[in-house]
């Protein structure tokens, strides 16, 4: 069985709640305060933890006009990396606040790496995990940099093919034993849901034997809430105050709102699945009454032979099962029965 993970003492696997993550990015929009009020939002809505991305234009990319530094297509189309990732890096003189007002909430905060210089930094603000983009999957050096921290990593595997991730995850087990959280990924942004290929949950799991939740991009909650059934243990979905805000993820984001019900129907779809043993359900406990069963419909006097006309299967589920009425026909009454008695076998004359 695969071990479970810690994240800041919450277990994260089999036989626990899904982990719910709720993704700022770039939807802070270069307000602290809403960068705050984003983290408020999310504990309120009952998430596990917040990621954030730690990085800057210049550590993510260089200023250059390129064409291959330049979008084409999509929610971003025609803006240069550059451009795009100075308006959505979260300032790095922010990070000590917004770890010490999650703390104050009492919600986890960690956050994405994009170079060694920001683990560092979040290393000195003692974030409890880390998370590899799906950008990133392929720096194994980067992977190899925050799994030597001892720290819990959450890899997403967008666009990645199975030799990619296992090349990471052999690198990430190899340089810690922090533990693993292979998220699958589609990005597309927004994914649509026929994209979604769900049913890789469970063909990462059996390949790599670890932990397998998913990094959701999607409208809504659906998808995210049917990997829940397919096993997944973690799930990400962006959050945002109001779509309408705008900002460079707002348009796939969840609202508040939205976001308590993910964390809600997750969780029932986790309950939902039980243990898989062969047991009656106790909601169910009380209506094995009204099965059917074997009663005596007639006055039927000691020695009278037992027909189908005075001897039905009915409700309730008092008497014999219905299925040993051909036993039961022919044979005789042990003793007078009145109407409306379960039929029971010392009713029964045995044959002769």
């Not at 290393?123 to 921290?149: C, G, H, M, N």
Request: net charge negative.
């Amino acid at each position: 069985m695969i071990q479970p993970v810690s994240i800041a003492g919450r277990m994260i696997g089999p036989g626990h709640p899904p982990y719910v993550i709720a993704e700022m990015s770039a939807n802070h929009m270069g307000q602290f305060d809403r960068a705050l009020a984003i983290i408020d939002a999310a504990k309120a809505a009952g998430a596990d933890a917040v990621k954030m991305q730690t990085y800057t234009a210049d550590t993510i990319t260089i200023d250059h006009d390129g064409p291959e530094f330049r979008i084409k297509g999509g929610l971003w189309d025609g803006r240069t990396l550059h451009d795009l990732y100075r308006e959505a890096h979260t300032p790095w003189d922010w990070h000590p606040r917004l770890f010490a007002h999650a703390r104050k909430i009492g919600i986890t905060l960690f956050s994405s790496p994009f170079d060694p210089t920001a683990i560092e930094l979040l290393e000195s603000l003692d974030a409890p995990a880390f998370k590899i983009a799906s950008f990133e999957i392929v720096d194994i050096p980067l992977i190899q940099r925050a799994a030597a921290t001892g720290k819990p990593l959450v890899i997403s595997s967008g666009m990645a093919g199975m030799a990619e991730i296992e090349e990471a995850v052999a690198a990430a087990r190899g340089a810690g034993d922090g533990g693993i959280v292979l998220l699958h990924c589609v990005s597309g942004y927004p994914t649509p849901p026929e994209d979604s290929n769900l049913l890789r949950l469970r063909t990462l799991t059996e390949r790599f034997d670890v932990l397998v939740g998913l990094s959701d991009h999607t409208m809504g909650t659906a998808c995210a809430v049917a990997a829940v059934a397919l096993g997944a243990v973690a799930i990400e979905k962006h959050l945002t105050l109001r779509r309408a805000d705008g900002g460079p993820d707002g348009a796939f984001s969840l609202e508040p709102a939205e976001m308590r019900t993910l964390v809600e129907e997750s969780r029932t779809a986790f309950t939902a699945l039980g243990t898989g043993r062969d047991t009656r359900a106790p909601s169910e406990r009380g209506n094995a009454l009204f099965r059917r069963s074997l009663y005596v419909v007639r006055d039927v006097a000691a020695g009278e032979v037992l027909t189908n006309e005075n001897v039905r299967s009915i409700r309730p589920g008092l008497g014999l099962a219905p299925k040993h009425l051909p036993e039961v026909v022919g044979r005789k009454a042990a003793r007078a029965i009145p109407r409306g008695t379960p039929l029971a076998w010392d009713l029964v004359a045995p044959k002769p």
